[in-house]
């Protein structure tokens, strides 16, 4: 597709039950980016991949928090055992490089997670 | 401290006026980029402007320009002629190195606006 690609774009899950969320960025755009927003926040950031280098993961909450990028594409990001807290939009971007200057992020629409 | 403050966290404008989102930044770094990107009720984030850290001249893109003071670390985006269709959250971001030699960059709390008839 043309632009980010998230799915699904809302999940309601139990709490303790693990879920996965999907990001499909655009084709060819190296550096992809996971961030949370709670409502009426900003956004925070969890996860950075660049190419085949390793990940920043300096933004993830806590160890119930991974994410993967396979083939340097698609990444999921997964949270286990579900907390109520982890209710939010989960935003996806990818920019064509990473790095300072006019890497522009472009976004896909989210998924919205609601752990009841 | 917060890298990116935005102060406002609502603003009212007439449609077809002119309106001014603030936003101020906290940075040592020399070079750095700043951005806006406004948010609609459908959730997707679409980038609106940007300027770097040394660019002299300010940003413009259509209705939106970036009324940039370094000295003063501010980058507020201003919308002239206001439509209808600009009633969104509105966040300043800024990229920047960090200590680990990544750039990732980081957003405000966002400026809800609403444009009226």
């Known amino acids: ?116 | 401290a917060q890298k990116i403050t935005q102060t406002q966290p609502g603003m009212f404008v007439q449609e077809k006026e002119a309106v001014t989102l603030d936003c101020t930044y906290d940075t040592s770094d020399q070079s750095y980029g700043l951005f806006w990107y406004k948010q609609p009720s459908s959730g997707e984030m679409i980038f609106l402007i940007y300027q770097g850290s040394y660019d002299e001249q300010n940003a413009t893109e259509g209705r939106y320009s970036l009324n940039f003071q370094k000295a003063r670390k501010s980058a507020n985006l201003v919308i002239s002629a206001s439509q209808l269709g600009d009633s969104a959250m509105y966040f300043c971001a800024m990229r920047e190195v960090l200590s680990g030699g990544s750039y990732i960059p980081t957003f405000g709390r966002g400026t809800s606006l609403i444009v009226h008839p």
């Not at chain 1, 774009?9 to 499909?24: A, I, Y």
């Not at chain 1, 950031?45 to 085949?52: D, H």
């Not at chain 1, 109520?84 to 064509?96: F, G, K, N, P």
């Open chain 1, 1 to 116: 597709g043309a632009g980010v690609s998230q799915s699904p774009s809302n999940k309601v899950t139990e709490k303790g039950k693990d879920v996965e969320l999907r990001c499909d960025p655009i084709s060819g755009h190296t550096a992809l980016y996971w961030y949370r927003q709670s409502l009426g926040q900003g956004l925070e950031f969890l996860i950075y991949f660049q190419g085949n280098s390793a990940p920043d993961k300096s933004g993830l909450p806590s160890d119930r928090f991974s994410a993967e990028r396979t083939g340097g594409s698609v990444s999921t990001l997964t949270i286990q055992r579900t907390q109520q807290e982890d209710s939010a939009v989960y935003l996806c971007a990818s920019s064509l490089i990473g790095g300072i200057g006019k890497n522009i992020q472009y976004f896909g629409a989210g998924t919205r997670l609601s752990v009841l």
